[in-house]
């Protein structure tokens, strides 16, 4: 991967997010979803930094704030010399063009009334980027990059299989030449045999056009497969971020560690005399996280600070963080 | 072993208003007592439709055009509804795929697991409500007793597919049907479920089908697994076999699509190209032709029928394809 280690394009700091709910049958109670808690991490100049973790523990949370599309509550996300946190709205807009985004579910994501050259074409003339005849081109450029066939542009998305209508948000992502993709999930909704493509696909169009990928995933195997780096997430907080061969070879989190063990592996002879580190319990709920570090409760390693101090954040090795008592 | 499930050329389809929608196509498999049958295969191929079929749970779109289904040697078909609700939930028990729908929201725990106690085992409704206490630890709820009264509500994911366990095994059934009872989990919660539930089979001597699109699942927990493509078993084998000796084109490409932990990252993930399947049709030509790299003459002709090679008669491997992948050609 050709990438200078220095060229940092996102910097994350303490970036926190906190949404304040109703709940009750008639709204009566308040309260805080603490979805995300003073995390702080780099993303180089065109790497995919996979963020991994299960659901309901901040990993949408951190694209979506990273984006701006929620504001957060308080940290500050760095985009080259820019704070994006500080700008407002409208001097957002001319950044957009460069911070993309694709979502999950490519059945909602798109407008059921537009036909998909339509819906390729917007962003430009949104952006004003370039005249209509050249709004075509690119159009149709944009459809061959991401192995659709050109005929397609004028059907409407119901024509579409699943995989087809994520090739069509991965070519409306693109349409203004961005830097910075967050992809949220964006196989998850697909068949086996379709991510496959999908994976493949992002991974082509990284390379050629020197993307720089959030990818967001609860998979860990799609996430292996694309990442250079991956944090890991647990309950609003990173439990670790290293480089992905050292992540998966030397876990040093017990979330992480447990985390891997629990994956299956598509092998009967493996799987049959796998040992496995089950992990106790459920996630608690982020409306009321446990004190301290927050995965002391499930964690087989938890001792005497663990239930009081937050852990800090620090890097052990190169390039390797973590955010544990029990790890020295 | 003792057959127990024996569903021969069961053929299925649903109306819809250009026409039908033809989901199962010929599908004929058994489950043996104390077996587990893994049932692989992406969305919209026909799997959770067949098992819906078994227990007479097809919408009223759906229309069973042929087959029968034998269970301990009754035809269950020909069963009326009443006698057939006597086996639903007691001889066979299902747990389905997302645990936030399948409980109903204002009834306690108790009452739900205590339901097919006092239907099918005449309990008494006090005697119901200790045996469901019971059945909750057994399933590992934590404080499982006293966590009866609790709504579905108070509980997370993990522990309503929990619940829904207890209920699937409340009446010691002979057969459950599982479908992608860990979909919606997370892995670590995933993890605890597949742990449980072949705990609760070394208990009980259960056979169970579990039915999923994950590769990975299947291969700690299944003794035979078979691959379900457009509505026809494409391949039939022991769990072993499958993964180790794939013979039918799709089961291939699928199992080298799925990224696994254990590979090192950097190999590129071999595709199946093409899109999902036309259900509109019946094709009289092998389903995965468009999609098979593998495909020739006859595969245009004739549509395969699931059967052994001579050389594997013992194996019990079953394949529906004209090509032999292994010795790059045709068979």
Known sequence: ?328 | MKLLLDVMDLKIRFRVRKGHIYAVNGVSFQVHKEETLGIVGESGCGKSVTMLSLLDLLPHSAEIESGTILFKGNDLRKLKSRELQKIRGAEIGMIFQDPMTSLNPVLNIGTQISEPLIYHKGMSKKDAFVRSGELMEMVRIPDGKSRIEDYPYQLSGGMRQRVLIAMAIACNPDLIIADEPTTALDVTIQSQIIALVKDLKKKLGTSIIWITHDLGVIAGLADRVAVIYAGYIVEQAKVDDIYDNPRHPYTLGLIKAVPSVKDSGDRRLETIGGVPPDLTIRPDYCPFLPRCSYAFDRCRLENPPLSKTLENVETEHYFACWFDVRKGKPR
């Open chain 1, 1 to 328: 991967m050709k990438r200078d280690p220095n060229a940092t394009l996102i910097k994350v700091r303490s970036l926190t997010k906190h949404f304040p709910v109703r709940l009750g049958a008639y709204g009566q109670h308040k309260a805080t979803v603490y979805a995300l808690d003073d995390v702080s991490f780099n993303i180089f100049r065109g790497e995919t930094l996979g963020l991994v973790g299960e659901s309901g523990c901040g990993k949408t949370t951190v694209g979506l704030s990273i984006l701006q599309l929620h504001r957060p509550s308080r940290g500050e996300v760095w985009y080259e010399e820019i704070d994006l946190t500080k700008l407002k709205e409208a001097d957002l807009r001319p950044l957009r063009q460069k911070l993309q985004i694709v979502f999950q579910d490519p059945y909602s994501t798109l407008n059921p009334r537009m036909t998909v050259g339509a819906a390729i074409a917007e962003p430009m003339s949104v952006h004003r980027r370039c005249e209509k005849q050249q709004i075509q081109e690119r159009v149709e450029r944009l459809m061959d990059d991401t192995g659709l066939p050109m005929r397609y542009g004028n059907r409407y998305p119901h024509e579409f299989s699943g995989g087809q209508r994520q090739r069509i948000c991965i070519a409306r992502a693109l349409a203004c030449d961005p830097e910075f993709i967050v992809c949220d999930e964006p196989v998850s909704a697909l068949d086996v045999s379709i991510q496959a493509q999908i994976s493949n696909l992002l991974k082509d169009l990284q390379e050629k056009y020197n993307l720089t990928y959030l990818f967001i995933a609860h998979d860990l195997a799609v996430v292996k497969y694309i990442s250079s780096r991956i944090a890991v997430m647990y309950l609003g907080k990173l439990a670790e971020l290293a480089p992905r061969d050292m992540l998966f070879e030397h876990p040093l989190h017990p979330y992480t560690q447990a985390l891997l063990s629990a994956v299956p592996v598509p092998n009967p002879k493996e799987e049959r005399s796998r040992q496995q580190a089950l992990l106790e319990g459920d996630v608690p709920s982020s409306i009321s996280p446990p004190k301290g570090c927050r995965f002391h409760p499930r964690c087989p390693l938890a001792f005497e600070p663990c239930s009081d101090a937050v852990p800090d954040w620090r890097e052990v090795d190169n390039n390797h963080w973590i955010a544990c008592h029990a790890v020295k």
